[in-house]
């Protein structure tokens, strides 16, 4: 029933193995005493089985793929020579490469969501990256965005920050896994899961486990940003002098969206654009206090830009419900506020997008609900499900998170079990949250001095005002 292929050779390993699959999080598989199907004709066992690190592994199921990777660790062996030389290995799936591969480092700017998706793949399909099925129900054109230093994970995090849609790879064949982002509201759907001994026997559940948390009780969400677009286009003249070809602006640049020298329009592009080959008459890198020409002009012309300029910007959005109940419970104020400091977002709207998805998932508390079957694969990873049960707190819309197969193999007998971990708070999930997840870090990924800062309680500063003030040198 499962055949195990790693470098195209079918290999066997202990009686029991698992595979971990998650919705985003890299899926792992342990095999453990690994060796070449051919030595089970032996009697002796004298080879060394030792494959490479970064070996490609696939696994198969009735023929079907239900995994493909590459080996991350090779194991121990004993130089026994009445023994087999098994290996132990760690087998990662090839997502793990939009967190850990390579970097980008271009401007998007005037595309729809979908489009930036799309430029983001393209730009990483030689790790075998494709577009996979895009559903967004609101695909408005985003802000100027730079992914300088900021991986695919990282860009595609945020991506679903201001869209509110879930985003997770798929395997297409061997070759190829598909990135996909979907609204929640278009998630796929698996039946209904009902509460009844006819629906547990039928499905060959063994059991469901709710585990109830409220993981996040802070109820006002400020995110800052050190800059954001401002609201209206600001207009320079400048006049040129005869030997500088760098003009200072008076704000530091977000977009120009026009130029003209003496009444005559100008073509302008990015300078990332300008290193990919594209020429125009002005150049300009977003964030700073000048634009530059690409020759000197003579002294004497006039030149009018328009712009939107970068300013600092701040936006607040309250749970009024959660607020209102710590209010009526305790007789108090209810308002527990958490700041976050962002530098990717250059946009207000997608800054308030972002303060609006932080805080959405606190109106309810997240419910897990562990689902066990045997022989049954039951659900899919991002499917939706309703629970059906006489209980006001589980009777909710779930998303199939994770999924854990353990393969029992005895003789002709092979068992499996799944067991499946489905989340109600789906559709602002606070584990794939962009502070939350591990995959951020302060250095590596962030460039050096683009830190970012998370404060849960207020920050006061206060200034102090000396009197009659005496210093005395101490030598």
């Known amino acids: 029933m499962y055949q195990i292929f790693i470098n195209n050779e079918e290999v066997k390993t202990e009686n029991t193995f698992s595979i971990n699959e998650e919705f985003l999080n890299t899926s792992n598989i342990i095999l453990n005493k690994v060796y070449p199907k051919s030595w089970s004709i032996n009697k002796l066992l004298t080879e060394v089985y030792f494959p490479s690190d970064y070996s490609k592994c696939k696994i198969l199921k009735n023929g079907n793929l239900i995994f493909t990777g590459y080996v991350k660790n090779s194991g121990d062996f004993i130089l026994d020579f009445n023994k087999p030389k098994y290996a132990t290995l760690q087998v990662l799936d090839y997502k793990g490469l939009l967190s850990e591969g390579k970097t980008l480092d271009f401007v998007i700017t005037g595309k729809t969501v979908a489009e930036a998706i799309e430029q983001?793949?393209?730009?990483?399909?030689?790790?075998?990256?494709?577009?996979?099925?895009?559903?967004?129900?609101?695909?408005?054109?985003i802000g100027a965005y730079s992914t300088l230093d900021k991986t695919p994970f990282d860009i595609f995090q945020y991506f679903s920050e201001i869209t509110g849609c879930l985003w997770t790879t798929r395997i297409v064949d061997e070759e190829h896994t598909a990135i996909d982002f979907c609204d929640p509201e278009l998630l796929p759907k698996a039946p209904n899961i009902e509460y009844s001994l006819e629906y547990l026997k039928n499905n060959k559940i063994e059991s469901i486990l709710p585990s109830f948390s409220t993981t996040d009780y802070r109820n006002k969400q400020i995110i800052l940003s050190e800059s954001v677009f401002s609201s209206i286009d600001t207009q320079e003249i400048k006049y040129t002098n005869g030997y500088d070809s760098i003009f200072?602006?008076?704000?530091?640049?977000?977009?120009?969206?026009?130029?003209?020298?003496?009444?005559?329009?100008?073509?302008?592009?990015?300078?990332?654009?300008?290193?990919?080959?594209?020429?125009?008459?002005?150049?300009?890198?977003?964030?700073?206090?000048?634009?530059?020409?690409?020759?000197?002009?003579?002294?004497?012309?006039?030149?009018?830009?328009?712009?939107?300029?970068?300013?600092?910007?701040?936006?607040?959005?309250?749970?009024?419900?959660?607020?209102?109940?710590?209010k009526n419970q305790l007789s108090r104020n209810g308002t527990i506020e958490r700041y976050e400091t962002r530098n990717d977002i250059t946009n207000s709207k997608e800054l308030l997008k972002v303060a609006s998805n932080y805080i959405k998932f606190n109106s309810k508390p997240e419910i897990t609900l562990s689902i066990t079957t045997r022989n049954n694969d039951l659900f899919k990873i991002g499917q939706r499900t309703h629970f059906n049960i006489d209980n006001d707190k589980l009777n909710d819309d779930y998303m199939v998170k994770s999924k854990t197969i353990k393969v029992i193999q005895s003789g002709e007998i092979i068992e499996t079990i799944y067991t499946y971990s489905l989340i109600n708070t789906f559709n602002a999930e606070s584990e794939i949250n962009f502070f939350d997840n591990q995959r951020r870090k302060a250095s590596g990924n962030i460039s050096d001095g683009e830190f970012i800062t998370r404060n849960i309680d207020i920050n006061n500063v206060i200034n102090i005002n000396f009197k009659n003030l005496v210093i005395e040198e101490v030598v």
């Open 248 to 326: 200072v602006t008076e704000l530091p640049i977000g977009k120009i969206s026009s130029i003209t020298i003496n009444g005559e329009e100008m073509t302008i592009a990015t300078t990332t654009e300008k290193e990919l080959g594209i020429y125009a008459d002005f150049y300009y890198k977003s964030g700073e206090l000048q634009f530059q020409s690409e020759e000197v002009l003579s002294s004497g012309q006039k030149i009018i830009i328009s712009y939107t300029s970068m300013i600092n910007g701040r936006e607040t959005f309250n749970n009024n419900t959660q607020i209102d109940r710590i």
């Open 120 to 141: 983001v793949v393209e730009a990483i399909s030689d790790y075998g990256f494709v577009l996979g099925n895009i559903n967004i129900l609101n695909d408005e054109v």
